[in-house]
């Protein structure tokens, strides 16, 4: 991992969730973080600098199905101290697909999160395939999941397609990561 202080946004979430595909689409870039229809994409983690001042970090997803028990384990503990322990963390989107209901894997996630000193956003993902009522639907769900975990968290909807909660992402990123550059 890159030493030096300069400071971090980390986007986290269970594998082929759209992590790599809305980096991209954050910064605004068609192929910066490598994008894939079957999950297990990124299996490392990738720094990368944005305007010579932060770093976007997209980490591999949580819980993917074809790597072995041990692999699993280890990548778990790996984002865990991560995103716990990283001093140059500021802050982390964890991305949530907003078609479904969070599952085990986005509860540990947000649990993992509630050790960690970094500003936490929750970003709903591939909004595209949606209605609109189904998006207000998805952000109502995940409120009362994270309520029910003693959490509040602001909700982003978000599409690496068509672009929704860019701003928004970017917003969260002056004001929790702006204020940190060297
Ligand atoms: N419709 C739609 N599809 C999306 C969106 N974001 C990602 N996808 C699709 O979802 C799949 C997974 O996208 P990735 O960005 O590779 O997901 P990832 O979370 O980085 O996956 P891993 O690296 O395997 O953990 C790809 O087929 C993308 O095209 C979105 O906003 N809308
Ligand atoms: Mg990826």
């Known amino acids: 991992m890159p030493v030096g202080g300069v400071p971090e946004v980390a986007f986290v979430g269970r594998s082929n969730v759209g992590k790599s595909s809305l980096i991209n689409c954050f910064l605004g870039r068609r192929s910066v973080a490598r994008v894939s229809g079957s999950p297990g994409k990124t299996r490392e983690i990738n720094f990368y600098l944005v305007d010579g001042a932060y770093h976007v970090v997209d980490l591999p997803g949580f819980g993917y199905a074809k790597f072995s028990r041990t692999e699993r384990d280890a990548?778990?503990?790996?984002?865990?101290?991560?995103?716990?322990?990283?001093?140059?963390?500021?802050?982390?989107?964890?991305?949530?697909?907003?078609?479904?209901?969070?599952?085990?894997?986005?509860?540990?996630?947000?649990?993992?999160m509630k050790e960690s000193p970094a500003a936490h956003v929750v970003a709903l993902t591939k909004a595209d395939k949606l209605s609109g009522n189904g998006r207000q639907h998805a952000v109502h769900r995940t409120r009362k999941y994270v309520e029910g975990l003693g959490m509040e968290l602001p909700i982003v909807l978000t599409s690496s397609e068509d672009g929704r909660g860019r701003s928004d992402m970017w917003d969260w990123v002056e004001v929790h990561v702006r204020p940190h550059i060297l």
Not at 81 to 98: G, K, N, P
Request: charged residues 30%; hydrophobic residues 45%.
């Open 75 to 112: 990548w778990r503990r790996t984002i865990g101290r991560y995103v716990t322990e990283r001093a140059e963390l500021r802050l982390v989107f964890q991305l949530i697909d907003s078609r479904h209901a969070p599952t085990a894997l986005d509860r540990d996630m947000l649990l993992l």
